[in-house]
Protein backbone atom coordinates (compact mmCIF):
# COMPACT_ATOMS: atom_id res chain seq x y z
CA UNK A 1 0.00 0.00 0.00
CA UNK A 2 1.21 3.74 -1.10
CA UNK A 3 0.82 5.74 2.40
CA UNK A 4 -0.39 9.11 1.14
CA UNK A 5 -0.83 10.31 4.95
CA UNK A 6 0.73 13.68 5.78
CA UNK A 7 1.39 14.91 9.54
CA UNK A 8 0.19 18.31 9.00
CA UNK A 9 -0.94 21.18 7.24
CA UNK A 10 2.34 22.42 6.25
CA UNK A 11 3.27 19.10 4.73
CA UNK A 12 0.18 18.64 3.07
CA UNK A 13 0.27 21.99 0.88
CA UNK A 14 3.50 22.16 0.00
CA UNK A 15 4.77 22.81 -3.40
CA UNK A 16 1.77 25.25 -3.71
CA UNK A 17 3.40 28.50 -5.37
CA UNK A 18 2.39 31.87 -5.87
CA UNK A 19 0.55 32.51 -9.56
CA UNK A 20 -1.04 29.04 -9.51
CA UNK A 21 -4.88 27.99 -10.15
CA UNK A 22 -6.47 25.80 -7.45
CA UNK A 23 -9.69 24.38 -7.60
CA UNK A 24 -11.87 24.52 -4.05
CA UNK A 25 -14.59 21.66 -3.11
CA UNK A 26 -17.82 23.01 -1.42
CA UNK A 27 -21.06 24.62 -1.89
CA UNK A 28 -21.95 28.01 -0.05
CA UNK A 29 -19.81 27.06 3.26
CA UNK A 30 -20.56 22.78 3.39
CA UNK A 31 -18.36 20.95 3.23
CA UNK A 32 -15.12 23.24 2.19
CA UNK A 33 -11.26 22.77 3.50
CA UNK A 34 -11.32 24.90 6.46
CA UNK A 35 -7.47 23.97 7.91
CA UNK A 36 -6.56 24.50 3.95
CA UNK A 37 -7.41 27.07 3.37
CA UNK A 38 -6.47 28.66 6.70
CA UNK A 39 -3.24 27.25 5.75
CA UNK A 40 -3.31 29.48 2.43
CA UNK A 41 -4.03 32.32 4.34
CA UNK A 42 -0.55 31.45 6.62
CA UNK A 43 1.15 30.64 3.68
CA UNK A 44 0.85 34.12 2.12
CA UNK A 45 0.73 33.13 -1.52
CA UNK A 46 -0.34 35.17 -4.14
CA UNK A 47 -1.99 35.62 -7.30
CA UNK A 48 -3.67 32.69 -7.04
CA UNK A 49 -6.95 31.48 -9.38
CA UNK A 50 -9.64 30.20 -7.70
CA UNK A 51 -11.90 27.80 -9.11
CA UNK A 52 -15.15 26.81 -6.62
CA UNK A 53 -18.96 27.21 -6.94
CA UNK A 54 -18.60 30.58 -5.06
CA UNK A 55 -16.52 32.49 -3.16
CA UNK A 56 -17.19 32.24 0.94
CA UNK A 57 -18.34 34.73 2.75
CA UNK A 58 -16.18 38.25 4.56
CA UNK A 59 -14.70 36.77 6.95
CA UNK A 60 -14.65 32.71 6.40
CA UNK A 61 -13.68 30.11 3.71
CA UNK A 62 -12.26 31.76 0.42
CA UNK A 63 -13.64 35.11 2.10
CA UNK A 64 -10.25 34.94 4.08
CA UNK A 65 -8.39 35.01 0.90
CA UNK A 66 -9.91 37.78 -0.55
CA UNK A 67 -9.69 39.89 2.71
CA UNK A 68 -6.03 39.38 2.55
CA UNK A 69 -5.19 40.17 -1.50
CA UNK A 70 -4.71 36.39 -2.11
CA UNK A 71 -6.75 35.54 -5.26
CA UNK A 72 -6.48 37.63 -8.16
CA UNK A 73 -8.89 35.49 -10.55
CA UNK A 74 -12.00 34.32 -9.27
CA UNK A 75 -14.20 31.50 -11.54
CA UNK A 76 -17.32 30.38 -9.80
CA UNK A 77 -21.15 30.50 -10.41
CA UNK A 78 -21.97 32.33 -7.16
CA UNK A 79 -20.77 35.07 -5.55
CA UNK A 80 -23.64 36.82 -3.31
CA UNK A 81 -23.03 36.20 -0.39
CA UNK A 82 -19.83 38.28 0.09
CA UNK A 83 -18.97 42.33 0.20
CA UNK A 84 -15.38 42.08 -0.71
CA UNK A 85 -15.59 40.34 -3.86
CA UNK A 86 -17.87 42.67 -4.63
CA UNK A 87 -15.40 45.74 -4.13
CA UNK A 88 -13.24 44.47 -5.48
CA UNK A 89 -14.80 42.97 -8.28
CA UNK A 90 -16.80 46.51 -9.07
CA UNK A 91 -13.21 48.28 -8.57
CA UNK A 92 -11.49 46.31 -11.67
CA UNK A 93 -9.03 44.79 -8.70
CA UNK A 94 -10.28 40.93 -8.98
CA UNK A 95 -10.75 39.24 -12.54
CA UNK A 96 -13.73 37.50 -12.32
CA UNK A 97 -15.53 34.35 -14.77
CA UNK A 98 -19.12 33.57 -14.29
CA UNK A 99 -19.98 29.97 -15.50
CA UNK A 100 -23.29 28.40 -15.34
CA UNK A 101 -23.15 26.02 -12.27
CA UNK A 102 -23.86 22.74 -14.22
CA UNK A 103 -21.26 23.79 -16.69
CA UNK A 104 -18.21 24.27 -13.92
CA UNK A 105 -19.36 21.33 -11.98
CA UNK A 106 -18.83 19.41 -16.07
CA UNK A 107 -15.49 21.23 -16.93
CA UNK A 108 -14.22 19.59 -13.68
CA UNK A 109 -15.26 16.18 -14.41
CA UNK A 110 -14.30 16.63 -17.98
CA UNK A 111 -10.81 17.69 -16.31
CA UNK A 112 -10.59 13.90 -14.34
CA UNK A 113 -12.13 12.19 -16.75
CA UNK A 114 -9.10 13.29 -19.54
CA UNK A 115 -11.48 15.10 -22.05
CA UNK A 116 -10.04 18.56 -23.40
CA UNK A 117 -13.47 19.60 -23.97
CA UNK A 118 -16.87 19.57 -23.34
CA UNK A 119 -19.99 20.89 -25.71
CA UNK A 120 -23.16 22.26 -23.62
CA UNK A 121 -26.13 24.04 -24.45
CA UNK A 122 -25.78 26.55 -21.10
CA UNK A 123 -24.85 29.96 -22.38
CA UNK A 124 -25.94 30.03 -25.86
CA UNK A 125 -27.29 33.62 -27.03
CA UNK A 126 -25.93 35.20 -23.65
CA UNK A 127 -22.71 37.12 -22.42
CA UNK A 128 -21.21 33.58 -21.60
CA UNK A 129 -21.03 32.64 -25.11
CA UNK A 130 -19.16 35.85 -26.13
CA UNK A 131 -15.84 34.89 -27.94
CA UNK A 132 -16.30 30.96 -27.76
CA UNK A 133 -16.40 27.87 -30.16
CA UNK A 134 -19.56 26.63 -30.92
CA UNK A 135 -21.22 24.14 -33.11
CA UNK A 136 -24.56 22.36 -33.81
CA UNK A 137 -25.68 19.27 -32.97
CA UNK A 138 -28.24 16.74 -33.09
CA UNK A 139 -29.25 15.02 -30.17
CA UNK A 140 -32.41 12.86 -29.28
CA UNK A 141 -33.98 14.26 -32.85
CA UNK A 142 -33.36 17.70 -31.75
CA UNK A 143 -30.79 20.54 -33.58
CA UNK A 144 -29.68 22.90 -31.72
CA UNK A 145 -26.09 25.29 -30.59
CA UNK A 146 -24.14 24.22 -28.48
CA UNK A 147 -20.61 26.02 -26.63
CA UNK A 148 -17.20 24.52 -26.41
CA UNK A 149 -16.05 24.67 -23.01
CA UNK A 150 -12.38 23.51 -21.80
CA UNK A 151 -11.95 20.98 -19.45
CA UNK A 152 -10.23 22.39 -15.80
CA UNK A 153 -6.62 21.59 -15.22
CA UNK A 154 -5.67 23.04 -11.87
CA UNK A 155 -2.04 22.96 -10.13
CA UNK A 156 -3.97 21.47 -6.87
CA UNK A 157 -7.41 19.94 -6.15
CA UNK A 158 -8.04 21.07 -2.59
CA UNK A 159 -10.69 18.64 -0.86
CA UNK A 160 -12.85 18.60 2.54
CA UNK A 161 -14.21 14.80 2.83
CA UNK A 162 -15.71 13.53 6.41
CA UNK A 163 -13.20 10.15 6.41
CA UNK A 164 -10.49 9.11 4.57
CA UNK A 165 -7.84 5.95 4.77
CA UNK A 166 -3.97 6.79 4.44
CA UNK A 167 -3.84 4.88 0.80
CA UNK A 168 -6.40 8.04 -0.09
CA UNK A 169 -9.81 6.64 -0.11
CA UNK A 170 -12.30 8.94 1.12
CA UNK A 171 -16.10 9.35 1.63
CA UNK A 172 -18.55 12.35 1.90
CA UNK A 173 -21.26 13.19 4.56
CA UNK A 174 -24.29 14.18 3.77
CA UNK A 175 -24.56 17.72 1.34
CA UNK A 176 -20.74 17.97 1.82
CA UNK A 177 -20.29 15.78 -1.28
CA UNK A 178 -21.59 18.53 -3.50
CA UNK A 179 -18.73 19.54 -5.66
CA UNK A 180 -15.59 17.71 -3.50
CA UNK A 181 -15.74 14.67 -5.40
CA UNK A 182 -15.80 16.59 -8.77
CA UNK A 183 -12.57 19.23 -7.52
CA UNK A 184 -10.54 16.23 -6.44
CA UNK A 185 -10.57 14.13 -9.59
CA UNK A 186 -9.34 17.18 -11.76
CA UNK A 187 -6.34 18.43 -10.32
CA UNK A 188 -3.15 17.85 -11.21
CA UNK A 189 -2.18 16.92 -7.18
CA UNK A 190 -5.28 16.98 -4.77
CA UNK A 191 -5.14 17.67 -1.26
CA UNK A 192 -7.60 16.07 1.11
CA UNK A 193 -8.41 16.88 4.65
CA UNK A 194 -10.79 14.86 6.80
CA UNK A 195 -12.39 15.07 10.12
CA UNK A 196 -11.18 11.09 10.59
CA UNK A 197 -8.27 9.25 9.24
CA UNK A 198 -8.60 5.40 9.63
CA UNK A 199 -6.02 2.80 8.37
CA UNK A 200 -6.51 0.63 5.43
CA UNK A 201 -9.65 -1.55 5.20
CA UNK A 202 -12.02 0.12 8.00
CA UNK A 203 -13.38 1.91 5.25
CA UNK A 204 -16.12 0.06 3.62
CA UNK A 205 -15.59 -0.43 -0.40
CA UNK A 206 -18.82 -0.42 -1.65
CA UNK A 207 -19.55 3.38 0.11
CA UNK A 208 -16.13 4.84 -1.12
CA UNK A 209 -16.46 8.14 -3.16
CA UNK A 210 -13.55 9.02 -4.05
CA UNK A 211 -10.89 6.33 -4.66
CA UNK A 212 -7.53 7.00 -3.94
CA UNK A 213 -5.93 6.63 -7.21
CA UNK A 214 -7.29 10.38 -7.33
CA UNK A 215 -5.83 11.55 -4.05
CA UNK A 216 -2.40 12.66 -3.49
CA UNK A 217 -2.12 13.74 0.01
CA UNK A 218 -4.65 13.51 2.45
CA UNK A 219 -4.34 14.48 6.41
CA UNK A 220 -6.17 14.52 8.92
CA UNK A 221 -7.74 18.81 10.35
CA UNK A 222 -7.68 19.37 13.59
CA UNK A 223 -11.20 21.76 14.11
CA UNK A 224 -14.02 22.31 12.10
CA UNK A 225 -16.50 25.39 12.66
CA UNK A 226 -18.83 24.29 10.17
CA UNK A 227 -20.46 27.72 9.97
CA UNK A 228 -24.03 27.80 8.38
CA UNK A 229 -24.29 30.89 5.98
CA UNK A 230 -28.08 31.78 6.44
CA UNK A 231 -29.70 31.10 9.54
CA UNK A 232 -33.45 31.26 9.47
CA UNK A 233 -35.12 31.21 12.69
CA UNK A 234 -39.20 31.19 12.97
CA UNK A 235 -40.64 33.12 16.27
CA UNK A 236 -43.34 30.90 17.99
CA UNK A 237 -46.46 32.35 17.82
CA UNK A 238 -47.49 33.21 21.54
Same mark, same amino acid.
Given at each position: ? +????????? !?AL $? %?????????V #??????????N???????????G????????????????????????????A?????N???????????L????I?????????????????V +????????T !??? $? %?????????? #????????????????????????????N???????????????????K?????????????????????????????????????????????????
Amino acid at each position: M +IDKSVSNLE !EAL $E %GIQDGMTLAV #GGFGLCGIPENLIRGLLDKKVTGLTCISNNAGVDDFGLGLLLEHRQIKKMIASYVGENAAFERQMLSGELEVELIPQGTLATRLMAGGYGLPV +IYTPAGVGT !EVA $E %GKESRRFTFH #GVEKEYLMEYAFEPDFALVKAWKGDRAGNVVYRGTARNFNHAVAICGKKTIVEVEELVEPGELDPNFIHTPGVFVSRIFQGEFYEKRIEQRTVKTRAS
